[in-house]
């Protein structure tokens, strides 16, 4: 699967932003979809993920409450709704999928920016 990653921008604190990930190639619900994100300087860490079917999803707890992931199936995409930006969450933000028979991530989107101004 090959995934393309959009949606990215600036916006003040307290805006939104919804990032989409478009997927192509191999069957897309065969995968749990993540995302993640990196700050220049900083490791790049786990934001949240959804599974397959969209039944079970998980956050960080720094996003908990603000951000929402979601996924159409039908539409090969995963989104991530970003509300209450913070300063903080400036970083670049990267989906990714895990195939139903793997442990880890093994394929990853080009990033896309997200910048929050204070």
């Known amino acids: 699967v090959q995934l393309q990653a959009s949606g990215g921008g600036l916006v003040q604190a307290g805006g939104s932003l919804r990032l989409s990930c478009a997927a192509s190639?191999?069957?897309?619900?065969?995968?749990?979809m993540g995302w993640f994100r990196q700050a220049p300087g900083k490791e790049r860490e786990f934001v949240s993920a959804?599974?397959?079917?969209?039944?079970?999803?998980s956050y960080s707890d720094s996003v908990k409450g603000r951000f929402t992931i979601s996924r159409e199936n039908a539409k090969n995409t995963v989104y991530l709704q970003m509300n209450s930006l913070k300063p903080e969450d400036t970083a670049a933000y990267y989906c990714?999928?895990?195939?139903?028979?793997?442990?880890?991530?093994?394929?990853w989107g080009q990033g896309t920016q997200v910048t929050v101004s204070s």
């Open positions: 990714a999928a895990k195939p139903l028979d793997r442990l880890t991530y093994d394929t």
């Open positions: 190639g191999r069957t897309f619900s065969f995968y749990e």
């Open positions: 959804i599974t397959w079917s969209g039944t079970s999803t």
